[in-house]
Every structure is written in structure tokens, then in C-alpha cells.
């Protein structure tokens, strides 16, 4: 059996749409299937207001914008995320401040948070890794203690919640991607969900290239003009076009992507209990959204040797992140701090494939072959005499490189 790490939802809709915008004449940004798309994240989990984007890395430019980064300003974020966190800011000349993750969960350790605190620090990222939530009463508590503005990097968070509250609502500012990894899709795409006053108007000029062109669609002004600095963050009324068919499913796909969670969650429970691997640890107070699904291994030669053994049986498992602060970019302008928790998630961390169309029997093959791993390690077995604490049986990989994602 062959099973991909992803294989994108693609209603036949998503061409009648597509086909509907173009033909409507504004194929261009800011057009009808914009306008339902974002009357759509408005309606559903109550944002102040929402621009859809060409990605969540644009969604997160756009907030190191209206944060007002300027240079030598300093900014707090987790290592272990996908490197478009870090970079929105550091475009705008930010000095990036590295925290550790909780050491059970891959989310910013609110306790690391303070001590990196100075009078040049202006924003705080955080990162809700894999849509389980980050301690948000405590980050926010912290923000507002020393007048910190709080960019949430909610790429894996749509539909996710902390105490009720819709994640990417809680901060100033909240970054969502459609990758087509993500829960609903659009190839590439993203939103930022506006929860600030202050920002609201600026938002949408940074959004059309610094002009007020937004207004000038809905009649407000006569003419368009340059009001401030800006790119082009929005997404063609296509793309669009694209997402509105994966948002005229979202309860069905959200009902999908859940329950393949708790199914390899149910089904690696033996697992766990045995003490091969973990399963991830739902915070209090967070949601699962379906998002993905993660294991930890004990350590990085035991998580490379099941990659190659998944990947050996078909199987397309891949790892990530790389610590950004030990990044070949990065290394040599981090402050020395050692990260141990972010270390450890990113060489333990292995990603399981996750999509919609994933039944129990690819969950089934997965998990029998995980499990096949750890019965048929020499480690495992009561004939090896001594250790290495891990050494398994398999071949050698031949010729298949590891994915990062
Ligand atoms: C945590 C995080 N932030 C931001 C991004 C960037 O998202 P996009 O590909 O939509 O730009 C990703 C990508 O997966 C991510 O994992």
C-alpha cells in the first residue's frame, strides 16, 4: 500500500467556482468570492474582521507591518516553527529573540517568555503547533503586563479553540494559512484576522498596496491613492473562488480530519502504554481541530529509523521543524541559549500522513506497521545481550530521502 502524506480535498465545486469568478469579469483581488469568504470567517468564529491573503506568510508580513516593527526592535517567538514566523519581522529589521517550547508540549513556554523581556522587546509570537493551543490566558497576562502587542501564528489552527475562544482571536493579530496541508485549502493562501481596533483600517490599506483602493470598491472615495506602505497580499478572487468550495464543506471535512485524529490517537494508545512513542498531550483548555497528527520518539536515531521504516513500506511520514535559532541562516546570530525542549521535539517529532480521504484501513496499516517496528528491534528482543538502547533490525534505507515538511 502506497499512502502519501497528503493528498488535497478537491471538491468538483472548486472548478464551478473558479470558473463562476472568471467569467464574473473580476477574477482580480477583493472580488464576490473574497467578499463570502470573508463574511464567512466573520460569521463562524466572530473575528472582528478578516482579509484573506495569498499565504499565512503574507498574512504574518502584513502584522509585522501593522505591529510597526522598526529596526533593532525586538521581537519573542518560539525556534521550533516554520521559518515565514520569523521572517515577517526580521524583513522589517526586527531583532529576533528565541524562547524553548514547554517540554511536553511543542507550543512557547510562557515561563521562558519573561525573562526575555527588555525595554526594546514590542511583540510576542506565538505558535499553535499542530492547532493545540498555547497557554493564552498567561501569554496575553504577560503582553499586557509590559505593553506587549501578540501576533498569533495560527497556520495550524483553523476551527481550534482556547477555553472556547477561537484560536487566531485571542491576540492583536492572527495568521491562518490554506497551504494545502491545512485543514481547508486553497494551494497556497492564508487570512489575517484582525482582532485590534487600531488596526482595522490600516489593515486593509496595507492589504492593496498601501492605497484605500478597498474603499474606493465599496464607493467611499472617488479615486484610489497612496496612503502608506503595502504589497499586494491579496489573493486573486480565483483562489478565492477555490476556498469558498472547501468552506461550503467545512463541517464535513472539520468531522473527517477530527476523527482521523482520535483514530491513530485510539489506535497508538498500546504504543504509548508499552513506552515506544507519545502521543500528543492535549493542553487544558485547548481543542484537537484535526490538523495533523505527530508522534515522539525517545530520541533522533529511533524517530530516522521508523521514518525510513514507513517510508520503506509506503508510507509517507516526514519530521520538522529544524530549531530556526540553530538554522544555518541563524546560528551565528543567536544569543547561545540552549533550547533544550525545541532540540528535542525537533529531533524526536515524526508527522503521520494526514488527509481527508484517509480511512481506517491506511490508519490501520500505519499503525501495524509502527507497531511491527518495535516488536522486531534487537532492543525489544530478549536475545540481544547488550545494548545500544536502540538498535533496529531494519535495512538500510536505499536511496529515499527523508521529507521535512
Ligand atoms: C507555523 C507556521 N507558520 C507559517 C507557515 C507559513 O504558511 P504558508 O505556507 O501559508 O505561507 C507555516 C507553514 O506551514 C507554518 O507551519
Known amino acids: 500500500m502506497l499512502i502519501p502524506f497528503n493528498k488535497p480535498y478537491l471538491p468538483l465545486s472548486s472548478i464551478r467556482y473558479m470558473i463562476q469568478a472568471a467569467l464574473s469579469g473580476t477574477i482580480a483581488g477583493d472580488g464576490k468570492y473574497t467578499a463570502l469568504c470573508h463574511r464567512f470567517f466573520e460569521e463562524q468564529f466572530g473575528f472582528r474582521k ?19 516593527i522598526r529596526p533593532g526592535d525586538e521581537v519573542i517567538l518560539p525556534s521550533f516553527t516554520f521559518m515565514s514566523t520569523a521572517n515577517a519581522f526580521l524583513l522589517r529589521g526586527a531583532r529576533l529573540v528565541f524562547c524553548d517550547t514547554l517540554a511536553d508540549v511543542p507550543n512557547i513556554d510562557p515561563d521562558g517568555i519573561e525573562a526575555l ?24 497576562a504577560i503582553a499586557s503586563k509590559h505593553n506587549l502587542l501578540v501576533v498569533e501564528d495560527a497556520a495550524h489552527a483553523m476551527e481550534a479553540y ?30 489575517l484576522a484582525i482582532n485590534h481596533e487600531p488596526f482595522l483600517e490600516r489593515a486593509e490599506i496595507i492589504w492593496e498596496k498601501g492605497t484605500d483602493r478597498a474603499a474606493f470598491h465599496r464607493g467611499e472615495v472617488e479615486a484610489y491613492t497612496w496612503l502608506d506602505i503595502g504589497s499586494s497580499f491579496l489573493p486573486s478572487d480565483g483562489m478565492a473562488a477555490f476556498l469558498y468550495a472547501q468552506i461550503k464543506r467545512f463541517r464535513k471535512i472539520q468531522r473527517q480530519r477530527k476523527w482521523i485524529w482520535w483514530e491513530y490517537h485510539e489506535r497508538l494508545a ?22 495533523m497528527f505527530y508522534i515522539t520518539l525517545s530520541d533522533r536515531l529511533q524517530r530516522d529509523t521508523l521514518l525510513d521504516h514507513l517510508n520503506l513500506n509506503g508510507i509517507q511520514a516526514v519530521f520538522h521543524y529544524f ?50 517496528f518495535f516488536t522486531s528491534t534487537p532492543a525489544a528482543s530478549p536475545v540481544e545481550p547488550e545494548p545500544p538502547a536502540f538498535r533496529p533490525r531494519f535495512p538500510e534505507p536505499v536511496a529515499q530521502p527523508r521529507r521535512s515538511l
Open 50 to 68: 478578516v482579509l484573506l491573503t495569498t499565504s499565512c506568510t503574507d498574512a504574518l508580513e502584513m502584522a509585522a507591518i501593522l505591529t510597526d
Open 117 to 140: 523581556i527588555t525595554p526594546r522587546t514590542r511583540v510576542l509570537v506565538v505558535v499553535h503547533y499542530s492547532g493545540l493551543a498555547c497557554e493564552m490566558d498567561r501569554i496575553m
Open 162 to 191: 482556547y477555553k472556547d475562544e477561537p484560536l487566531g482571536s485571542i491576540g492583536h493579530l492572527g495568521a491562518f494559512s490554506f497551504h494545502e496541508t491545512k485543514n481547508i485549502i486553497a494551494g497556497e493562501g492564508g487570512m
Open 270 to 291: 498500546f504504543l504509548e502504554e508499552q513506552g515506544c512513542l507519545c502521543r500528543p498531550v492535549i493542553p487544558r483548555d485547548a481543542t484537537v481541530n484535526g490538523n
Open 323 to 372: 530549531p530556526l535559532h540553530a538554522s544555518p541562516y541563524f546560528k551565528e546570530k543567536h544569543d547561545g541559549r540552549e533550547l533544550p525542549n525545541t532540540r528535542r521535539f525537533s529531533d524526536t517529532l515524526l508527522r503521520l500522513p494526514f488527509y481527508y480521504s484517509m480511512g481506517k484501513r491506511e490508519i490501520a496499516y500505519i499503525v501495524e506497521k509502527i507497531r511491527e
